[in-house]
Structure formats: C-alpha cells, structure tokens
C-alpha cells in the first residue's frame, strides 16, 4: 500500500495546521503509524482512492500523537502542575513553568498545546468535510466509520483544551468563556478571527460528537493492536464518562458507564471489546494491547516521541521529576503489598515513576483510556448520586485488583464524603503519570497544592486566581483579533 505525503498549510500567525494529512498511511492496518514514504498526493486529488482517504484518517491519529500533545508534552505539563512530582532541575523545557505555577502567554508549552489540539481539531474537519464531498470513494460504512473517527479525536482534543484553557465547568455550570469552536475545515488563514464560545457550549460540542460517533464506530477491530490505537464505539462511551464527571453529570456517567460495565463484580464490557481489568504491571511492561487498554497512543522506531519532548525519558531516564514523598506516594494506606508501589526506582535517596520504564528510544505505549478510569469514573459518580454499595464495589475491584488482600477501613467508605474523597485518592493512586492529577483538582474546584524541595518550592494556587488554568497563548492573542471579546 503507498504511503502518501502531507499537504500541510500552517501559519506561524496562527500556530494552526491547517493539514490534510501528516504522513501516516498504514503498510496494513497493523502498522497505523508505521509509514514507509514512497509518493505525494496534492489537495486536489486527496479523496481520490480509498487509500488515501485511510491516510487522512491515520493523520488525525498521527497529529494527535505530536509531542506538545498526546506524544508525551500533555502528560508531562499535566502532572507538573499536580502535587505528585518533585522538580529537580528548573528546567524551562521540561515543564518547571508549569511545576512552579509560573506559565504565561509566552510560553512555549502554552502556545504549542493549543496548536496541536487545534492541528487536531482541523484534520478532523477536513476529513468530514472531504468525505460529505467525496461520495462514493468509500461504502457509505467505511465513510461513517471514518467520520465517526474524526468527530472523535475532535471531542478528546476539545476535552483536553477546554480543561486547560478555560475556567472550570463546575464553577458556574459552564457560563465563562470557553474556546473558539472551529467546525470548519480550514486550508487558509481567511477564517481566523472568531470569537470564544462558552464552556457549556464546547462541553456540549463534545459530547454530540461523541454521540455520533458511538453510532458509527465499529463494535471492535480485526486485532488487539487496532482495538488500543484506533477509536472503536466503547472509546466513545468511555470518554463521555470522562467528560460528564467532569461537568458534574453523575447521572449521565452512570448511564453511560452501563453501557460497558457489568451490574457485578469481575467488571467487564459485553458487547464490543470485551474490557476488563488485567494485571497491572503487564499492561506497562509487556502487554501494551490488552482489553483493560480501551485507547493509546502506539511508539514506534519510526515516529516515537524522544529527548525533552518524551514524558518517560523527563520523568524517568532523565530523573528530572522524583515523587513527592508527601504526596500520594507517601500516603501510608498505600500499602508495599500493591502491585502498583512496583512503579518505582530508587536513586540519590528519593524515587522515581517507572510505570513507562523502556530505554531509550523509550517505545512503551503512552495511555490515553483504561477501563479502570472508567470504573473509578463510574464510582465516584455512584457515591456522589448516594448509591454507596455500588460505589465501594467498583472501588474494591480497581484497589483488589492490585492488592488483593486491602481492606478498606469503614472510616474510608462509611459516609458519602468519605466514600468520594477515598474514590478521588484512589484516582491518585491508579492514574499516577497518565495526566489526571492537574485535571481532577481543577474540576473539583480544589487548591493546587504547594510543594516544594530543599532547593526549590512551587506556591498553592487557589481556584479565584488567573493561574488557576491556562492562560491564553501569545499566538492566538495577536492573530484572532474577536479571541478577547
């Protein structure tokens, strides 16, 4: 199969790529992001053939895979910003801004996330526009599936933007300024100016994407590789969990998280991929594919992510972010029986995360959705709607699966308050190093904690202050002249 070359309009004025394609087309559909360059196609003839259509779509996948995004930069601001990490080295590059508490509209991160969500967001309005205008290239099945993948990775990089970017939804139901929502396939700069939605507007953008997309996403893929790197219909379930515990519709977690979580214990999906819990360690050393993996981002020889921009190599090989002795890893409920204390190395007195834990050129699979988010997901939902049985059993199930053997003491889950804040640590706990920590204090309107070092500290941040989240990038401020009002 040929592999075709990107046509790639981007304006520095706008740190938009405007791409039809960022050269990914599959040999198979094996090897998704494994690209053997051979021809070029332009514009013109993008939608020709079948396979160049599945090189549009693989290039939504690719640009999500960029290193300010998914690639590993994403992962890495994130958890700075927590309190589970240690900074050791004031490093600019590798996120100190963010570890300090000190990101402005000039800096680096600020302006190249909001790009690659934006590239994102704007391959995948050019492969719906392409396919509405290219009938009969592909079975009308193939061309909803293909949409149905667009609509997508457009939600989870909405997701992901407006949870940076804007004022939390749980501050006032979702009424502050949110982003410019960009529908539009674009392949010029003619259409930059736009003014921001709101919140609530871009969570409900979101979600009928997703919406549309449960419809007409496959049930599963041909193997276990496609079945973790691409979007199948459990995908989209499983991050409409996401998105509506974020913006406090327990309700419609619940509701969702039905759809592939069983009424009892062992936990499992029964229709699509058949999600469940594995063991630990394996799905982060040796089985990146298995069924508790509903969505990853793959790295290969020919396009991993390395150097500065690589969340394993800063965080681990690098040793520029121990864990915080008093934070999660200190807690003392966390028991050295737990599979999961396993994810650590020693060295100059203080620990390491080794949960991603490949040498160089660090290939271990960077994890975007697991099913035990959605069991914690679904959880704290219960808790918070008082259905507490449920609540501890789906608890019980992510904490036994790692540590057979805990009990959780009836001071824990007694009380619904109690129930919630044992759920919420136990996200700390599960999630450590996936990007949850900055996320899961600023949609519970929480105090970023302080932290600090013998030689460095980084101040609280309370939720009434302008770096609470993201400000906006420089980039945008000077190029989208409605952005501001």
Same mark, same amino acid.
């Given at each position: 199969m040929k592999k075709f070359k990107n046509i790639l309009i981007h304006s520095p004025k706008l740190y938009l790529s405007l791409a039809l394609s960022l050269s990914v087309l599959a040999c198979n559909r094996d090897e998704l992001l494994n690209p053997q360059p051979e021809t070029s196609v332009s514009g013109a003839n993008a939608f020709d053939t079948p396979d160049r259509i599945l090189s549009l779509v693989n290039g939504i996948y690719k640009s999500a895979k960029a290193a300010n995004f998914y690639g590993g930069n994403y992962y890495t601001y994130s958890e700075a910003r927590g309190e589970e990490f240690i900074n050791r080295t004031s490093n600019t590059f590798t996120a100190f801004e963010a570890w300090s508490q000190a990101l402005n509209s000039g800096s680096n991160?600020?302006?190249?996330?909001?790009?690659?969500g934006y590239s994102v967001i704007n391959n995948a309005n050019i492969l719906i526009k392409g396919i509405a205008d290219n009938p009969g290239k592909v079975t009308?099945?193939?061309?909803?599936?293909?949409?149905?993948?667009?609509?997508?990775?457009?939600?989870?990089?909405?997701?992901?933007?407006?949870?940076?970017y804007a004022r939390p939804y749980n501050e006032n139901k979702g009424t502050s300024p949110g982003l410019p929502l960009r529908l539009q396939a674009e392949t010029t700069t003619a259409n930059n100016d736009l003014k921001r939605s709101s919140v609530a507007e871009i969570y409900t953008q979101i979600i009928k994407d997703l919406d549309e997309a449960e419809k007409d996403l496959p049930l599963t893929y041909?193997?276990?590789?496609?079945? $973790?790197?691409?979007?199948?219909?459990? =995908? /989209?379930?499983?991050?409409?969990?996401?998105?509506?515990?974020? &913006?406090?519709?327990? @309700?419609?977690?619940?509701?969702?998280?039905?759809?592939?979580?069983?009424?009892?214990?062992?936990?499992?999906?029964?229709?699509g991929v058949a999600h469940k819990l594995q063991n630990i360690v394996e799905i982060f050393t040796t089985n990146y594919t298995s069924t508790e993996s509903i969505l990853s981002v793959p790295m290969t020889e020919l396009d991993n992510v390395t150097g500065q921009s690589s969340f394993p190599y800063v965080f681990n090989a690098n040793s520029e972010y121990n864990l915080n002795p008093t934070g999660i890893w200190g807690d003392t409920e966390w028991k050295s029986t737990d599979a999961r204390r396993t994810f650590s190395r020693t060295a100059s007195g203080v620990q390491f995360l080794t949960k991603y834990n490949k040498p160089s050129p660090?290939?271990?699979?960077?994890?975007?959705?697991?099913?035990?988010? $959605?069991?914690?997901?679904?959880?704290? =939902? /219960?808790?918070?709607?008082?259905?507490?049985?449920?609540?501890? &059993?789906?608890?019980? @199930?992510?904490?036994?699966?790692?540590d057979a053997g805990y009990v959780f003491p009836t001071d824990a889950i007694g009380t619904q308050s109690a129930l919630v804040s044992t759920i919420l640590k136990e996200r700390r706990i599960e999630l450590l190093g996936e990007g949850f920590r900055s996320n899961d204090l600023v949609r519970n309107l929480f105090t970023l904690p302080a932290k600090s070092s013998s030689a460095l500290i980084a101040p609280a941040v309370e939720p009434s202050q302008a770096n609470y989240i993201f400000p906006l990038p420089n980039t945008e401020i000077t190029s989208n002249k409605l952005l501001l009002q």
């Open positions: 991160f600020v302006a190249g996330f909001w790009a690659s009308d099945a193939v061309g909803k599936q293909y949409v149905a993948e667009a609509k997508f990775l457009r939600a989870l990089s909405y997701f992901d933007l407006v949870t940076l041909s193997t276990a590789l496609l079945n $973790v790197t691409r979007a199948h219909r459990n =995908a /989209a379930i499983a991050l409409k969990t996401r998105v509506y515990l974020n &913006s406090g519709n327990y @309700a419609k977690v619940i509701e969702e998280a039905k759809k592939i979580v069983s009424e009892t214990a062992p936990f499992t999906a029964s229709s660090f290939l271990d699979y960077l994890p975007i959705i697991r099913y035990s988010e $959605v069991l914690l997901n679904y959880a704290e =939902a /219960a808790a918070r709607t008082g259905d507490l049985a449920k609540a501890v &059993s789906l608890l019980q @199930a992510v904490r036994t699966r790692s």
